[in-house]
């Protein structure tokens, strides 16, 4: 007897569902974990998905990448490839590493809510494999991170980042607390199905993997292409979803997607747009992180979104313009509290890194250069104490993201609402509109600097904070190539003196 081809039994296996009789439909998919709202339950019969995987071919499949991705990983480890590496190159492996691999984590049990809470059989299908995809990348990552503890201690931040209070990893973890452990599963699918894995993890494995390979680390980027070939798989599950949302209720998806985009932006800004632009030694470079985004998030992800009846968000003039500045905000501000950081940034502005970046971005010098001015005199007059900060930054309460660290000098501007009482700051005029349309969603959270001033943490004083942040001598962070950088400015000083 022959096999039946795929397509003769996909439809009718993928789409089995059953008649519930000892409970009732809204006791089985509560609303508050469905999210469904005025959606009719025949409208979630349509929703389909493009891969159309069988159990058999994901097994065979994710076999065949697995095997590539740890042959290469004992190849390498044998090669002693990462004592030959970039310094600042190897600050970009560490930011991830300390930053992603808990979300990996965090995305198993969100995969497991649309198995389980998803409105349609063929979603809670395709979860599965989903929740198989995050279960192989949080191990990939804790491999990949082990086998490189023996080089670097901040390699132990894959598994422990996420336990701190470190005020990045407080920002990452606020923004996948919310969208994939509190959101129901509609929400949870627009924002990071659609706009975190469709639109922005090509910015950060695929863009990161091609600069790591041009660099030479070829561990850092096989692991990230074997990820990315899963994320481009169950990132389709937010299109369907859109769809049936866009025409039943599209006023709700268009407002999960501009804020989901919005916050997305801001967060790959800061991880992503620094590793581009700073921490990628400058031969290395492919393309700028601004580049890469009008490429692969204004062109492309803008126009599949588009067509299926989205509008641009209201704010994507000021997201242009925050494009040319904001993670050059973030990267100087998170040179400047570099003590409170477990990776060694690279202040990327040496001469021929500051011609790239004018060319670039060509209000850079302007924005910019001034700032760095000051630093380089510093340091190159010995005068380090001047290159640490003083204060504590002011964050923002959507973002957690320092307060005008969206723009440069030209645009800074406050933004603040009251609430119960309660005076809420933020980074943005975007940011003040996403708390406002839900204010008890997000009133609760705290950043460091809350924590601050409800005396979460004591002492009082920088050596507290270290120590609350788990900030310990042996992974502070400090400049990735000791400041020998400035001594391409230090002839001109002499010069003038």
């Given at each position: 007897?022959?096999?039946?081809q795929?397509?003769?039994w996909?439809?009718?296996?993928?789409?089995?569902?059953?008649?519930?009789s000892?409970?009732?439909?809204?006791?089985a998919?509560?609303?508050?974990?469905?999210?469904?709202?005025?959606?009719?339950?025949e409208?979630?019969?349509?929703?389909?998905?493009?891969?159309?995987?069988?159990y058999?071919?994901?097994?065979?499949?994710?076999?065949e990448?697995?095997?590539g991705?740890h042959?290469?990983?004992e190849?390498?480890?044998r090669?002693?490839?990462?004592?030959r590496l970039?310094?600042?190159?190897?600050?970009a492996?560490?930011?991830h590493?300390?930053?992603?691999c808990?979300?990996?984590?965090?995305?198993?049990?969100?995969?497991?809510?649309f198995?389980?809470f998803?409105?349609?059989?063929?979603?809670?299908?395709?979860?599965?494999?989903?929740?198989?995809?995050e279960?192989?990348?949080?191990?990939?990552?804790?491999?990949?991170?082990h086998?490189l503890?023996?080089?670097?201690?901040?390699f132990?931040w894959?598994?422990?980042g996420?336990h701190?209070n470190?005020?990045g990893?407080?920002a990452?973890?606020?923004?996948?607390?919310?969208?994939?452990?509190?959101?129901?599963?509609?929400?949870?699918?627009?924002?990071?199905?659609?706009?975190?894995?469709?639109?922005?993890?090509?910015?950060?494995?695929?863009?990161?993997?091609?600069?790591?390979?041009?660099?030479?680390?070829?561990?850092?980027?096989?692991?990230?292409?074997?990820?990315?070939?899963?994320?481009?798989r169950?990132?389709?599950?937010?299109?369907?979803?859109?769809?049936?949302?866009?025409?039943?209720?599209?006023?709700?998806?268009?407002r999960?997607?501009?804020?989901?985009?919005?916050?997305?932006?801001r967060?790959?800004?800061?991880?992503?747009?620094?590793?581009?632009?700073?921490?990628?030694p400058?031969?290395?470079?492919?393309?700028?992180?601004?580049?890469?985004?009008?490429e692969?998030?204004?062109t492309?992800?803008?126009?599949?979104?588009?067509d299926?009846?989205?509008?641009?968000p209201?704010?994507?003039d000021?997201?242009?313009?925050?494009?040319?500045h904001?993670?050059?905000?973030?990267?100087?501000?998170?040179?400047?509290w570099?003590?409170?950081?477990?990776?060694?940034?690279?202040?990327?502005?040496?001469k021929?890194?500051?011609?790239?970046l004018?060319?670039?971005y060509?209000?850079?010098?302007?924005?910019?250069?001034?700032?760095?001015d000051?630093?380089?005199?510093?340091?190159?007059?010995?005068?380090?104490?001047?290159?640490?900060?003083?204060?504590l930054?002011?964050?923002?309460?959507?973002?957690q993201?320092?307060?005008?660290?969206?723009w440069?000098?030209?645009h800074?501007?406050?933004?603040?609402?009251?609430y119960?009482?309660?005076v809420y700051?933020?980074?943005s005029?975007?940011?003040?509109?996403?708390?406002?349309?839900?204010?008890e969603r997000?009133?609760?959270?705290?950043?460091?600097?809350?924590?601050?001033?409800l005396g979460?943490?004591?002492?009082?004083?920088?050596?507290?904070?270290?120590?609350?942040?788990?900030?310990?001598?042996?992974v502070?962070?400090?400049?990735a190539?000791?400041?020998?950088w400035?001594?391409?400015?230090?002839?001109?000083a002499?010069?003038?003196?």
């Amino acid at each position: 007897m022959s096999l039946l081809q795929r397509d003769d039994w996909y439809d009718i296996a993928r789409d089995v569902d059953w008649t519930l009789s000892y409970v009732d439909e809204k006791q089985a998919f509560p609303e508050q974990w469905s999210g469904v709202g005025p959606v009719p339950k025949e409208a979630w019969l349509t929703w389909d998905e493009p891969y159309r995987c069988t159990y058999r071919d994901y097994v065979s499949v994710q076999r065949e990448k697995e095997a590539g991705a740890h042959a290469v990983r004992e190849a390498l480890k044998r090669a002693n490839l990462y004592e030959r590496l970039d310094p600042a190159h190897t600050a970009a492996s560490h930011l991830h590493m300390g930053t992603t691999c808990f979300v990996e984590q965090m995305a198993i049990t969100l995969q497991s809510r649309f198995c389980r809470f998803a409105p349609s059989p063929a979603w809670r299908n395709m979860g599965v494999y989903g929740m198989l995809d995050e279960t192989r990348h949080a191990q990939l990552d804790l491999a990949f991170s082990h086998d490189l503890l023996k080089n670097d201690p901040r390699f132990d931040w894959c598994n422990k980042g996420f336990h701190t209070n470190e005020w990045g990893v407080l920002a990452v973890k606020n923004f996948f607390d919310d969208w994939m452990l509190n959101a129901n599963v509609v929400e949870a699918a627009i924002a990071t199905s659609l706009v975190v894995e469709h639109g922005f993890t090509n910015v950060q494995f695929v863009a990161l993997a091609a600069d790591a390979m041009a660099a030479g680390d070829i561990d850092f980027s096989n692991l990230l292409s074997s990820i990315q070939t899963d994320e481009a798989r169950h990132a389709q599950a937010g299109f369907p979803t859109l769809e049936i949302m866009m025409k039943h209720d599209p006023e709700r998806a268009q407002r999960i997607f501009d804020v989901a985009f919005w916050r997305s932006f801001r967060l790959f800004q800061t991880l992503t747009g620094t590793a581009m632009d700073y921490y990628t030694p400058l031969e290395h470079r492919k393309q700028s992180f601004k580049e890469f985004m009008l490429e692969w998030v204004v062109t492309q992800h803008e126009r599949v979104t588009r067509d299926l009846g989205l509008k641009q968000p209201w704010y994507w003039d000021q997201f242009l313009e925050c494009l040319e500045h904001g993670h050059h905000a973030m990267h100087i501000g998170t040179w400047f509290w570099r003590p409170t950081l477990f990776w060694k940034p690279n202040a990327g502005v040496s001469k021929a890194e500051r011609a790239w970046l004018n060319e670039k971005y060509p209000s850079w010098e302007d924005s910019w250069g001034g700032l760095w001015d000051e630093i380089i005199d510093n340091v190159n007059e010995g005068k380090m104490e001047q290159t640490y900060p003083a204060t504590l930054p002011a964050l923002c309460n959507i973002t957690q993201l320092p307060l005008g660290s969206g723009w440069d000098r030209h645009h800074l501007k406050q933004w603040k609402s009251e609430y119960k009482g309660r005076v809420y700051n933020f980074d943005s005029e975007i940011s003040k509109w996403c708390f406002d349309v839900e204010p008890e969603r997000y009133a609760g959270h705290t950043n460091v600097i809350d924590r601050f001033l409800l005396g979460m943490i004591q002492p009082m004083n920088l050596e507290g904070g270290l120590a609350y942040m788990s900030i310990t001598p042996d992974v502070m962070g400090d400049d990735a190539y000791g400041y020998r950088w400035a001594e391409d400015y230090r002839s001109y000083a002499q010069a003038a003196e």
